[in-house]
């Protein structure tokens, strides 16, 4: 065992075991870490947009190289404030749709092409898709659950006959989704457990490398 | 009480402490089991190991705060080890305000190990705001949206941004992403409207989610968690490109016995739950 002398890692040390505290019950240390790390979270994030985005972006060419144009982009953004002035308070909306219609413009193309054009290009059967038996089969397994998953979210048409088996298909498919989602989850978690506990017992113990 | 029902009723606390003791056991004494490689992490490597000095540098978006460290920063220096042995230039960048930070510990140790040099081998381009606008101007120009690198040097004037106008003069951009923005606006706007080729490493939380879309093609190849990280690791030492330490493979005995208690857990309620409900 090798203790570090350094105070930064065992104030990083202290804070993980007061968040760890938690898990007994909620408790003053608890809360203390809590509020600190909310705090710091809040002033890095403000002093970084300051300088990283207000700055450069706005301040040093409209006032700095005197480029007049950004007045434009400054005025929009003061108009977000006019809510609080209930007497202008509708000029809230001249960013707000300024912004939904660029962003929608940009994104909803995009999205198309992402998530379904191509996602319904890759449902298709191809000939390369059998080129081996087990791509193939995969192929017929995917097809298969797209088509009975989209059956089970079809609501126009109450569920009888062939709609029943199919849509119960689906149910399975959809299922497999949630537990291997879950899994992930419980992997992610336990992830995060370890890096902790490396972090305990590696730089602030030195009981491993 | 019953025995049954007292499997209900294990208090959580008991829960924790037999998890951390079977994560801390492997990892004060490592077991040694064996870490199967996906093929999605194959096809990533692969990608990359295509490339040499020759190629265009490939960018890595580092799209993730502290907190999601033990999964995503593995996977950062085993990516950049492998760039640096096979002399890829790197571009980094962030669309996270905590990434400058991350990117700043990974390039004072990494690019050393292989003697590189900042501008020459790699160029840190810092942290912006604004996902959309950041992601669909540098499919325009690069340096329209970063005129400058992270220490105030313009691009123009660095040996590796010199020539680089947009995606096309990249040979593959990897985000490493913990939520949003990451993955999602690199595939929204990267891959789907300017036909760039994305490699992925996600939290595994995410990595459900990124499936259908390496399945499509969409992405070049996917480092799922902390598994993704530690294949990526052996796969960097088993090519002979670095001898560094493997913290996420270190970690990978501690997640299978961890996984391995959860299950035992899960069975126990489960009958607990049963029994005690036949029996009313």
């Given at each position: 065992?090798?203790?570090?002398?350094?105070?930064?890692?065992?104030?990083?040390?202290?804070?993980?075991?007061?968040?760890?505290?938690?898990?007994?019950?909620?408790?003053?240390?608890?809360?203390?870490?809590?509020?600190?790390?909310?705090?710091?979270?809040?002033?890095?994030?403000?002093?970084?947009?300051?300088?990283?985005?207000?700055?450069?972006?706005?301040?040093?060419?409209?006032?700095?190289?005197?480029?007049?144009?950004?007045?434009?982009?400054?005025?929009?953004?003061?108009?977000?404030?006019?809510?609080?002035?209930?007497?202008?308070?509708?000029?809230?909306?001249?960013?707000?749709?300024?912004?939904?219609?660029?962003?929608?413009?940009?994104?909803?193309?995009?999205?198309?092409?992402?998530?379904?054009?191509?996602?319904?290009?890759?449902?298709?059967?191809?000939?390369?898709?059998?080129?081996?038996?087990?791509?193939?089969?995969?192929?017929?397994?995917?097809?298969?659950?797209?088509?009975?998953?989209?059956?089970?979210?079809?609501?126009?048409?109450?569920?009888?006959?062939?709609?029943?088996?199919?849509?119960?298909?689906?149910?399975?498919?959809?299922?497999?989704?949630?537990?291997?989602?879950?899994?992930?989850?419980?992997?992610?978690?336990?992830?995060?457990?370890?890096?902790?506990?490396?972090?305990?017992?590696?730089?602030?113990?030195?009981?491993?490398? | 009480?019953?025995?049954?029902?007292?499997?209900?009723?294990?208090?959580?606390?008991?829960?924790?402490?037999?998890?951390?003791?079977?994560?801390?056991?492997?990892?004060?004494?490592?077991?040694?089991?064996?870490?199967?490689?996906?093929?999605?992490?194959?096809?990533?490597?692969?990608?990359?190991?295509?490339?040499?000095?020759?190629?265009?540098?490939?960018?890595?978006?580092?799209?993730?705060?502290?907190?999601?460290?033990?999964?995503?920063?593995?996977?950062?220096?085993?990516?950049?080890?492998?760039?640096?042995?096979?002399?890829?230039?790197?571009?980094?960048?962030?669309?996270?305000?905590?990434?400058?930070?991350?990117?700043?510990?990974?390039?004072?140790?990494?690019?050393?190990?292989?003697n590189k040099e900042y501008g020459k081998d790699f160029v840190f381009l810092g942290y912006k705001f604004g996902v959309t606008a950041?992601?669909?101007?540098?499919?325009?120009?690069?340096?329209?949206?970063?005129?400058?690198?992270?220490?105030?040097?313009?691009?123009?004037?660095?040996?590796?941004?010199?020539?680089?106008?947009?995606?096309?003069?990249?040979?593959?951009?990897?985000?490493?992403?913990?939520?949003?923005?990451?993955?999602?606006?690199?595939?929204?706007?990267?891959?789907?409207?300017?036909?760039?080729?994305?490699?992925?490493?996600?939290?595994?939380?995410?990595?459900?989610?990124?499936?259908?879309?390496?399945?499509?093609?969409?992405?070049?190849?996917?480092?799922?968690?902390?598994?993704?990280?530690?294949?990526?690791?052996?796969?960097?030492?088993?090519?002979?490109?670095?001898?560094?330490?493997?913290?996420?493979?270190?970690?990978?005995?501690?997640?299978?016995?961890?996984?391995?208690?959860?299950?035992?857990?899960?069975?126990?309620?489960?009958?607990?739950?049963?029994?005690?409900?036949?029996?009313?």
């Open positions: 065992m090798n203790i570090t002398p350094d105070p930064w890692i065992w104030l990083s040390a202290l804070l993980t075991l007061a968040i760890f505290s938690f898990l007994f019950r909620d408790n003053i240390l608890y809360q203390f870490a809590e509020h600190l790390f909310v705090g710091a979270s809040a002033g890095y994030l403000i002093a970084i947009t300051w300088h990283n985005q207000m700055v450069p972006n706005l301040f040093e060419p409209l006032f700095i190289q005197g480029n007049i144009v950004y007045i434009i982009p400054l005025l929009f953004g003061l108009c977000y404030f006019a809510r609080f002035i209930p007497k202008i308070g509708y000029l809230v909306r001249l960013p707000i749709a300024f912004l939904l219609g660029w962003g929608s413009g940009a994104i909803i193309p995009a999205l198309f092409q992402r998530d379904i054009l191509k996602q319904t290009q890759g449902t298709l059967f191809t000939i390369e898709a059998f080129a081996k038996w087990d791509t193939g089969l995969w192929a017929v397994i995917m097809l298969v659950g797209v088509i009975s998953v989209l059956i089970y979210f079809f609501f126009s048409q109450e569920r009888k006959g062939i709609m029943k088996p199919v849509a119960n298909l689906g149910i399975i498919f959809l299922m497999l989704g949630f537990g291997a989602s879950f899994g992930y989850t419980v992997m992610s978690r336990i992830s995060l457990l370890i890096g902790r506990l490396q972090f305990l017992l590696g730089p602030w113990l030195g009981i491993i490398e | 009480m019953n025995i049954f029902k007292a499997l209900t009723k294990i208090p959580r606390q008991v829960i924790y402490v037999v998890i951390a003791i079977a994560i801390m056991i492997p990892l004060l004494k490592p077991i040694g089991l064996p870490i199967r490689i996906m093929p999605k992490s194959q096809r990533l490597f692969a990608a990359i190991d295509s490339l040499g000095p020759q190629s265009n540098p490939i960018l890595i978006s580092i799209d993730f705060d502290p907190q999601s460290m033990p999964e995503l920063y593995p996977m950062l220096v085993a990516v950049l080890r492998h760039c640096f042995a096979r002399d890829i230039k790197v571009i980094v960048m962030s669309l996270w305000p905590q990434g400058p930070g991350l990117a700043e510990i990974a390039l004072a140790q990494i690019p050393k190990e292989f950041i992601l669909l101007g540098m499919g325009d120009n690069i340096k329209s949206v970063f005129p400058v690198d992270y220490h105030g040097t313009p691009l123009d004037s660095i040996e590796i941004t010199a020539h680089i106008q947009n995606y096309d003069d990249l040979s593959l951009m990897i985000t490493l992403s913990a939520g949003d923005p990451g993955w999602r606006a690199w595939l929204l706007f990267a891959q789907a409207r300017y036909n760039a080729r994305v490699g992925i490493g996600v939290t595994a939380v995410s990595a459900a989610d990124v499936y259908p879309y390496v399945e499509t093609g969409q992405v070049v190849g996917l480092l799922a968690g902390m598994k993704g990280a530690s294949e990526y690791e052996i796969l960097v030492h088993e090519h002979g490109y670095s001898e560094g330490k493997r913290t996420a493979a270190q970690g990978m005995d501690a997640q299978s016995l961890g996984h391995l208690v959860i299950m035992v857990f899960i069975i126990i309620g489960n009958i607990g739950y049963f029994v005690t409900r036949r029996k009313k």
